[in-house]
């Protein structure tokens, strides 16, 4: 699916990314991860053929900068930082639709399903959403369509749990016959979409290996927390991942999405002084 | 820069590579990129104010009774017009290189065209489609508050010229091509907001300073050729439109410098009337091909 032979790029004598060989078989979802400078936002504009460059890339056996709209049909991208767009929220899904040949429903009912009612905010400029709500727009924009390729840069970094859930649903019903590629500058933020991981130094691949994870992107882990007293700030925290109280603060159940573990166990750490136990099972959960 | 992916290809019919010949861009994308630079704008501060200065200048040449006053012989909506077309040389220009360069390069170093051209559209009917929404944007406020005067005019049964009018839009749509052109072109060149709106302050400083009166000033002081002093006129889309303005009042041009008598005798009334609208336009149309030409060939955002 993605080719990608000594490609080099320099901005103004200064070279970004360094004579960088990569294949993506299709179906694959790897992670790119790398510090802030490595080259990502770099690689992943040129995949989009948004920059020009020395060396080979191709998508699909097609160049994206000289083939832009037969590539680009297939690809689903979501920034990092969304763009201060003007359009209104209905302004820019027709738009968008209208360009990839897509239906603006099916991109409001991506966003209905990560907790955003696009009918209510369709009036609504782009550019006064929240963070969260401008992502969830931009991931529906990209995954209320066909694609073959999905390049995100940190996709669910400022969704709340819920929305997580539902992403990663979504990215589940899609891995079958798509390619992803998904960028982060953590590899606890996208270690468990994936299975393979590539990272970034100084424009080169410093490292290019395989997750070992049994784990599917739609699996859901049932889980039980039991704490030594009652904790105001742990029981917002619980909440907020959609948890129910089952005896006066002190037992909490929940479910939490298999690629969010990591997270969650991130989410709990700074209250394990007050864990008295905690069990996570995958299989479903009747008797707690 | 070297693009060597197209030799890749599996299964898709490949594409007549898009360098070989100038093109709009397939009609979808070309209108779809215009009606979103329309409907951007619509919602920017930059064109409340516009629009705003433009229907607030007419607001006030009516409070001020233009219409009901005559100087040197103009009257009548007539002497609203010329007074609305002076106005229009000195502002508009300015006006449209510093919008124009300003959300371009804004957009760019914000990161709209990242995500925007990650969607499937043709370089041509972005870049096209940009300039024809942007004229839309640019164009028609102005032409309105001129046709909202002419509307009230009638309406009040004030004689209206409408030969006049119908020549001064063509001019000011050929002024507004023109400079929006160089704004796309400026566009493209430079990589910030900043240098983007210093590099369109200067050409219009340098076109401002070539301005018939200039030329009085400097270059027949000087004793340069009158030649030289003509062409430096006619190439400079300012001095063409102002000559052309005037010309319609003031056919014995009274009111112009010693390069308009000699511009004249060479082109006559009609002749010259055409070249003040075919000049600009395609000097901006110039200058947009140029922008799409290096827009194509370099980084997109």
Known sequence: MIRIDKLSKSFRGARVLENLSLHVPAGERVALVGANGAGKTTLIRCLLGEYTYDGL?????????????????????????????????????????????????????????????????????????????????????????????LIMDEPAANLDPDARRHFFELLADRAANNTMLISSHRLDE????????????????????????????????????????????????LVRWGFCDDAGGLVWRGAVPGPDRLRFFAALARYSGLIRSLTLDERADDDG | MVDEGAGEIESVVPERRSGKRLRLGSGGDFWL????????????????????????????????????????GFLGLSRLLVTYIQ??????????????????????????????????????????????????????????????AAGWAVRQEIPVPWEIFAFYTALLAALAWCFLGIAMLISTLTRSSDVAQGAAFL??????????????????????????????????????????????????????????????????????????????????????IVGYLVFRRGDLP
């Open chain 2, 203 to 288: 050409v219009w400083l340098c076109l401002v300073l070539f301005l018939d009166l200039i030329l009085l000033g400097v270059m027949v002081q000087e004793r340069f050729p009158a030649e030289t002093a003509v062409a430096v006129a006619l190439a400079n889309p300012l001095q063409v439109f102002r000559t052309a303005a005037m010309m319609l009042f003031d056919p014995d041009m009274v009111l112009l410098g010693p390069s308009a008598f000699v511009i004249l005798d060479a082109f006559g009334t009609h002749g010259y009337l055409a070249y003040a609208i075919g000049y600009p336009v395609a000097l901006g149309s110039a200058f947009a």
């Open chain 2, 33 to 72: 990129v215009a009606w979103l630079d329309v409907a951007e704008s619509m919602h920017a501060r930059w064109f409340a104010l516009y629009a705003l200065v433009f229907g607030g200048l007419v607001s006030l040449l009516f409070v001020f009774g233009l219409t009901e006053s005559q100087i040197l």
């Open chain 1, 57 to 149: 890339v191709a998508v699909n056996g097609l160049s994206p900068r000289s083939h832009r709209k037969q590539v680009l049909r297939h690809v689903g991208f979501v920034p990092q930082l969304p763009p201060p767009l003007k359009l209104t929220v209905g302004q820019l899904l027709r738009f968008a639709a209208a360009l990839c040949r897509s239906d603006p429903d099916r991109m409001a009912d991506v966003a209905s399903g990560l907790g955003l009612d696009v009918r209510a905010l369709r009036r609504q400029p782009f550019a006064k959403l929240s963070g969260g709500q401008k992502q969830k727009l931009l991931i529906s924009v990209a995954l209320g369509r066909d694609t073959k390729l």
């Open chain 2, 87 to 148: 106005i229009c040389m000195a502002i508009l220009p300015i006006f449209i290189l510093i919008t124009t360069v300003r959300s371009l390069a804004g957009d760019r170093e914000a990161g709209v065209f990242e995500y925007l051209l990650s969607l499937p559209v043709s370089l041509a009917g972005w870049f096209w489609g940009k300039m024809i929404g942007r004229f839309a944007v640019v164009f028609l406020p102005v032409f309105f508050a001129m046709a909202a």
């Open chain 1, 190 to 237: 996208v270690a468990q979409l994936v299975r393979r991981v590539v990272e970034l130094e100084r424009g080169q691949i410093s490292l290019d290996d395989r997750v070992a994870d049994s784990g599917t992107l739609d699996s859901l882990l049932h889980c039980r927390l039991e704490l030594g007293r009652r904790e105001e700030s742990v029981a917002k925290t």
